[in-house]
């Protein structure tokens, strides 16, 4: 038989729908949290802080246009709920666990704002019906583009706009009289050169166009084939303006010589963005015409009682679950790994240049302001080296502490990805080697590239948590069965570390070996010869 609601709330109902008030919002304030270290750290996800706000803004929207009818469940329905709510709370708590193993992960925030959606969904239908759930379907979707994308999805895209927007900024040059020449991402000048990095690319923009595009569509009730024209149009301003941006700077490098970037950079960015949400706002203005609009109905008298009472004790069992979150966690961690906590407070290696011989130089090269906003680490060091044959030599030393939030640039931007975005050919896979200096092991991973200039070598070595990562930091993030088992029996790990020497590549492998052993004796010391745990 089907259970009506009462006109008159009990107190366990008032209870109950408050517990799913405070629960849910919780819950949604934790998941934007974990989600703001990528926003604040990544800069193509900077408009993630914009997100919640418009969401709930959007939400508003739609109720204001919906009637909600008088909900009745039957027994069924209501276990049916129980458990999807069960389902989405373990789906959110499952995403805790690998946050605290992984906060770099990208598959956290997904499972995380998967766990949260649902349970969302379950409290829409309890306290609504299909009518409230259809209503509030896009500004849930419209929740999800603060995610940061898969990182393979990400980093093809983003080479891909890198090349393509370099190659067109130098065929406008060249066209219209100044010489220039590609390189990778590296535009050349006779005047200095110009590196289209990736808020040049056109990817921060194209992913917030999405959601200005779709932002503008819902507030001007637009049709959805209008929509889509909104959208493939907002990508095209946004992808206009970054190309402006690029050739803009590649003229007042021409113009003012390469020393003016940096003073340019940052207003003629400024400028493109404005310009870019400004264009598509008026080409929404333009198609919210009124055929293009959907037809709002005249406003309709709906109860307002389900915000505040919900009969059963649904909302009072998430509650108590979401309160004893933070215990759950702790209880996993204290007996199912049985490994602790790798901490990992210091470097473990460091660059000398003080024994070199005589017929060596070593000349410090300091990191630019740009470079330390975007890497944000808590020590770094880079040397430029000359060995006796003439031979150029660079090493790069990062370390972030274990209380930093490391951007994920430090775990994904590896040679393979910034090399070949240079503009140089990855000639093999990465080969897992273990070099010795001073006496102590030295696991990383090494590189090959070519070019028209000739072939390089990158040794790349990684510590996380003080453990060394001795293969190629793309096969660790694709490797999604071997992170997932380390939530059952490796430790929690922080602390960051990344040491990377390019130089120019030998004539046969053991040639090679021969000279990284050398230059690894010559200027690395450990620090210290292991985590703290």
């Known amino acids: ?101 992984d906060p770099m992960w990208r598959l956290t925030s997904w499972t995380m704002i998967s766990g949260v959606t649902l349970l969302t969904l379950v409290w829409l239908w309890l ?70 990095d990736t808020a040049c690319s056109g990817v921060q923009s194209f992913q917030s166009s999405i959601m200005a595009a779709l932002f503008l569509g819902e507030m001007f009730r637009l049709s959805f084939m209008v929509r889509l024209v909104l959208l493939f149009g907002g990508w095209g301003i946004a992808l206009a303006g970054n190309f402006a941006r690029v050739y803009t700077l590649t003229r007042v490098v021409q113009t003012h010589g390469e020393a003016a970037l940096n003073s340019y950079h940052d207003p003629v960015g400024l400028g493109a963005s404005i310009a870019t949400f400004l264009g598509i706002y008026l080409l929404a203005r333009f198609l919210a015409r009124p055929r293009a609009r959907l037809a709002a109905g005249p406003p309709e008298e709906r109860s307002l009682r389900w915000r505040w009472s919900r009969p059963g004790i649904e909302g009072i069992c998430l509650a108590t679950a979401t309160a004893l979150s933070p215990v759950l966690t702790w209880s996993w961690f204290a007996f199912v790994p049985q490994q602790g906590l790798s901490i990992q407070r210091s470097p473990l290696w460091s660059i000398s240049t003080n024994g070199l011989p005589v017929n060596w130089r070593a000349v410090p090269e300091p990191f630019t302001p740009n470079e330390r906003a975007i890497l944000r680490f808590t020590t770094g060091e880079a040397y430029g080296l000359t060995a006796p044959n003439g031979e150029q030599i660079h090493v790069f030393h990062l370390f972030w502490d274990p209380r930093a939030s490391v951007p994920r640039i430090a775990f994904s931007h590896t040679p393979d990805v910034c090399m070949v975005s240079a503009g140089w050919e990855m000639v093999a896979a990465p080969k897992p080697l273990t070099l010795s200096a001073k006496g102590h092991p030295f696991p990383a991973a090494l590189y090959r590239f070519r070019s028209d200039t000739g072939e390089q070598t990158v040794v790349h070595g990684i510590w996380f948590g003080g453990l060394p990562e001795t293969s190629d930091q793309n096969a660790l993030l694709g490797n999604r069965t071997g992170r997932l088992s380390l939530l059952f029996t490796g430790p929690r790990r922080r602390g960051h570390e990344v040491l990377t020497a390019f130089l120019p590549a030998a004539s046969d492998d053991q040639e090679q070996l021969r000279r990284l052993a050398v230059l690894f004796e010559l200027i690395l010391v450990p620090v210290k010869p292991g985590p703290a745990r």
């Not at 130098?170 to 006779?190: D, K, M, R, S």
């Open 127 to 196: 306290s609504g019906g299909p009518t409230l759930l259809r209503a509030m379907l896009l500004p849930l979707a419209f929740a999800w583009l603060a995610l940061p994308w898969p990182s393979t999805i990400e980093t093809s895209l983003t080479l891909n706009l890198l090349r393509g927007v370099t190659y067109a900024t130098v065929q406008l040059l060249n066209w219209t009289g100044v010489a220039a020449l590609q390189h990778g991402n590296i535009i050349e000048l006779a005047r200095g050169a110009v590196g289209v």
């Open 1 to 101: 038989m089907p259970v009506a609601t009462s006109n008159q709330p009990s107190g366990t109902a008032t209870l109950n729908g408050r517990c799913w008030l405070a629960a849910l919002g919780g819950l949604w304030i934790w998941t934007f949290w974990v989600l703001s270290t990528e926003w604040r750290l990544n800069e193509q996800y900077q408009y993630g802080f914009a997100v919640p706000f418009l969401a709930l803004y959007l939400a508003w929207l739609r109720m204001e246009g919906t009637a909600l009818p008088e909900v009745r469940l039957t027994q069924n329905q209501r276990w049916a709920g129980m458990v999807f709510m069960t389902a989405g709370f373990l789906l959110f708590l499952f995403a805790e666990l690998l946050h605290q193993q």
